[in-house]
């Protein structure tokens, strides 16, 4: 067996092959959808910049309000259900908007509204992924499924708005939104031929479930720990570098080009990343991923440092590695050593810690850099990511996770 084909052994399981090709679709559609969306409310009637603000914040809010119902759902009725439902209601919200849009009868609210069922779609869609992925590979091949599924987002993320790009221009945006619906389809497709799984069957109310998986989420520091790393880092580091950043490129760098090929080569990172860690079952994955983490602070200091395009864009590139590190390690973490009947629940908390903060973040990174200067605020988050990282890893929990792995690595075993 050659290298490549022992790193790539995971694809040997249809179900996962077949899940993997739904979620690729779905995600090139969702690449695609931004662009498309937001040209074509810039294009209506009382359209503009701060309709599009307000098409994105409600799909966002949308997203975190479901979440944790989305992870309890997972957990009483299963993954593959929820996850079926919610693309079944992206696939139609994604229609309806395509219909509208190519009929040329859509209004502002109509995509507000869609918007809202899109995002609800999503954060019933997301809690599941940890919850459903256990059940299609061998607990020994869950890094390499991980590393898989997290290579779909940078390649998709880099070919979905090239691709709405060049058909936008080509036809008109209705037809971008129709081809996003048509992915989720297929998502629905690949779902849909994925075996029923028995969940827990939990059978008290809302509230008592969610207090259930709040007590398990809070009673693993790690956990907890790690969650609110990632969340401080979105409001502190990345919301402004996701906002100054296209600023500072057109100020300096070569305009939205040149951003382009930042994010780019971020991508590419990704995809480099995730290749690496395939076949490969490092000791001590929470520390990694911990560690991995300070790999985003390299291109908001290269913009700090005033450093030239080729230097940002190298900078991306390890961000892009380091991310991919980070996130595949710490989604298989999670599927390991959290109890299956609770893992939905887990999921929810712990993505909706990590990104309730980055709108907020969104919001204040331009009015707080007006007054303290973008530079010195992309500093600032530089600084308190690598010393975050620096705290975090002295926590014993973190530290110490992993260190004498069960020898059978049984996904679900009690921590």
């Excluded at 139609?92 to 918007?115: C, D, K, M, P, Y």
Aim: glycine share 14%.
């Amino acid at each position: 067996m050659t290298l490549g084909t022992h790193r790539l052994r995971v694809l040997r399981h249809a179900r996962f092959r077949r899940f993997l090709l739904g979620q690729s679709t779905s995600l090139l559609g969702s690449g695609m959808n931004t662009i498309a969306t937001t040209f074509a409310v810039l294009r209506l009637p009382g359209g503009g910049v701060d309709a599009v603000g307000g098409v994105m914040a409600a799909r966002i809010l949308a997203v975190l309000v479901v979440l944790l119902l989305g992870g309890v759902l997972a957990d009483r009725i299963g993954a593959r259900t929820v996850m079926l439902a919610s693309d079944l209601l992206r696939f139609g919200s994604q229609g309806v908007l395509a219909v509208l849009l190519l009929t040329h009868s859509v209004r502002i609210w109509e995509v507000v509204v869609l918007a809202v069922a899109l995002g609800i779609g999503e954060g019933g869609f997301m809690p599941g992924l940890s919850a459903l992925v256990p059940g299609l590979v061998p607990a020994e091949e869950l890094a390499d499924a991980n590393a898989l599924l997290e290579m779909a987002r940078p390649m998709t993320a880099i070919a979905g708005p090239g691709l709405a790009g060049l058909l936008v221009s080509a036809f008109d945006a209705g037809t971008v939104v129709a081809v996003d619906a048509v992915s989720y389809g297929v998502s629905v497709v690949a779902l849909a031929g994925l075996p029923l799984t028995r969940p827990a069957g939990l059978r008290r109310g809302l509230f008592s479930e969610l207090g259930r998986g709040w007590a398990e989420f809070t009673s693993r520091t790690w956990l907890w720990v790690t969650t609110l790393h990632i969340s401080l880092f979105n409001f502190v580091l990345w919301a402004p570098f996701l906002v100054l950043g296209p600023t500072l490129a057109q100020q300096r760098l070569g305009g939205a080009k040149a951003w382009g090929l930042v994010l780019a080569l971020e991508g590419i990172g990704a995809i480099v990343g995730g290749l690496a860690l395939l076949g490969r079952k490092p000791g001590r994955a929470l520390t990694w991923s911990v560690a991995a983490s300070a790999g985003w602070a390299v291109p908001a200091a290269a913009l700090a440092g005033r450093l030239p395009l080729a230097w940002v864009a190298a900078a991306a590139f390890l961000a892009g590695v380091g991310a991919a590190v980070c996130t595949t390690l710490a989604a298989t973490v999670i599927q390991r050593d959290v109890p299956a009947e609770v893992r939905g629940r887990i999921s929810a908390f712990d993505g909706l810690g990590a990104f309730a903060l980055g709108p907020l973040g969104l919001a204040l990174a331009g009015p707080v850099s007006g007054v303290v200067g973008a530079e010195r605020l992309l500093g600032f988050g530089v600084l308190w990511q690598l010393a975050a990282v620096g705290v975090v890893l002295a926590v014993p929990s973190v530290r110490r996770h992993g260190a004498n792995p069960l020898p059978d690595e049984r996904v679900g075993a009690a921590r």
